[in-house]
């Protein structure tokens, strides 16, 4: 069965400062794809960054990029240069090669303090 | 704005009523996919429509809920006969669905409280 795992239920950072949150995963799909979302108070899940399973580069998006050691089955989001508005739900998803939907953890709550 | 839509944002009813939530989804997407969040936790899938076809459901979507996506545009989720338990964020995505490009686009959610 997949599987996502987030063992950070919250965190706390500094502003300006990077911090990574953990993500580990399982899953016997050679082919897949790795998802993180952030969700503030107000619900909506927003895309940050997508790792592929056959990527052969760490994947980035501005201040996010995304830790991926496949034999470890981490997948952890590093954020530089942390803001106030990073505040929120932070949440990694994997989708199986074969199926349609995303499987999510449990979150971690971000809070950024000044 | 082009992103996904959900309508009603908020809903309250009455156990035992039914209601009934829309989704649009980003337009040249032909995926679309309805997932339940309940406090504290990550959403949890309940189904999701290629086109107009329906091609997976979660064990979660009981005889009480159906989607539908008549047209492979728009969706709406009924849930009849509503129990306290309904009470949950329902979001919806959507995604172009070819390989390499599959990342779910979410929209605001709608939440609902069933008294």
């Known amino acids: 069965a997949q599987k996502i795992t987030q063992t950070q239920p919250g965190m706390f950072v500094q502003e300006k400062e990077a911090v990574t949150l953990d993500c580990t995963y399982d899953?016997?799909?050679?082919?897949?794809?790795l998802f993180w979302y952030k969700q503030p108070s107000s619900g909506e899940m927003i895309f940050l960054i997508y790792?592929?399973?056959?990527?052969?580069q760490n994947a980035t998006e501005g201040r996010y990029s995304l830790n991926f050691q496949k034999a470890r089955k981490s997948a952890n989001l590093v954020i530089s240069a942390s803001q106030l508005g990073d505040s929120a739900m932070y949440f990694c998803?994997?989708?199986?090669?074969?199926?349609?939907?995303?499987?999510f953890g449990k979150g971690t709550k971000l809070s950024v303090k000044p | 704005d082009t992103g996904v839509s959900q309508n009603p944002r908020h809903k309250i009813t009455k156990r035992g009523q039914n209601v009934t939530f829309r989704c649009d989804p980003i337009?040249?997407?032909?995926?679309l996919y309805w997932y339940r969040q309940t406090l504290g936790q990550g959403p949890e899938f309940l189904t999701y429509?290629?086109?107009?076809?329906?091609?997976?459901k979660s064990r979660l979507l009981s005889d009480r809920f159906s989607a539908e996506r008549p047209k492979g545009s728009f969706s709406t989720l009924e849930i009849q006969r509503t129990e306290q338990g309904d009470s949950a964020m329902y979001l919806c995505?959507?995604?172009?669905?070819?390989?390499?490009?599959?990342?779910?686009?979410f929209g605001p959610g709608t939440r609902l409280l069933v008294l």
């Open positions: 995505a959507s995604s172009l669905g070819l390989a390499g490009q599959e990342t779910q686009y």
């Open positions: 429509f290629q086109n107009e076809a329906q091609l997976e």
């Open positions: 337009s040249e997407h032909n995926r």
């Open positions: 899953t016997s799909d050679p082919s897949y794809g």
């Open positions: 998803a994997m989708k199986g090669g074969s199926q349609g939907n995303l499987i």
């Open positions: 790792q592929g399973s056959y990527d052969q």
